[in-house]
């Protein structure tokens, strides 16, 4: 499984993006996804999860209200949409998918390379 994140840019602080993970190689319509991201000197961290049939989603406490997570099955595609964004959250944005089970907890499988978003006050 082959994962490409997509969406990332510059943003002033209060606006929004919509990244895009795309899966090749194989479905992933039974895996579990995730979204994670990395600041500048701090370790990975988990933003949201979401479940095979996109039913179930986790979020982070300090992006709970403002992003959203859903997942395209049809498509093999994730998507994040990040509104009201802050400097805080500047970071590169990678996704992930894992083969059993989903949430913020346990080992995800598969990576995509990143993708940079950068908010500006």
């Known amino acids: 499984v082959q994962l490409q994140a997509s969406g990332g840019g510059s943003v002033q602080a209060g606006g929004s993006l919509r990244l895009s993970c795309v899966a090749s190689?194989?479905?992933?319509?039974?895996?579990?996804m995730g979204w994670f991201r990395q600041a500048p000197g701090k370790e990975r961290e988990i933003v949201s999860a979401?479940?095979?049939?996109?039913?179930?989603?986790y979020y982070a406490d300090s992006v709970k209200g403002r992003f959203a997570i859903s997942r395209d099955n049809a498509k093999n595609t994730m998507y994040l949409f990040m509104n009201s964004l802050t400097p805080e959250d500047t970071a590169v944005y990678y996704c992930?998918?894992?083969?059993?089970?989903?949430?913020?907890?346990?080992?995800?499988?598969?990576w995509g390379q990143g993708t940079l978003v950068t908010v500006s006050s």
């Open positions: 992930a998918a894992r083969r059993t089970g989903w949430g913020h907890s346990g080992q995800y499988d598969y």
């Open positions: 190689g194989r479905t992933v319509s039974s895996y579990g």
């Open positions: 979401i479940s095979w049939s996109g039913v179930n989603t």
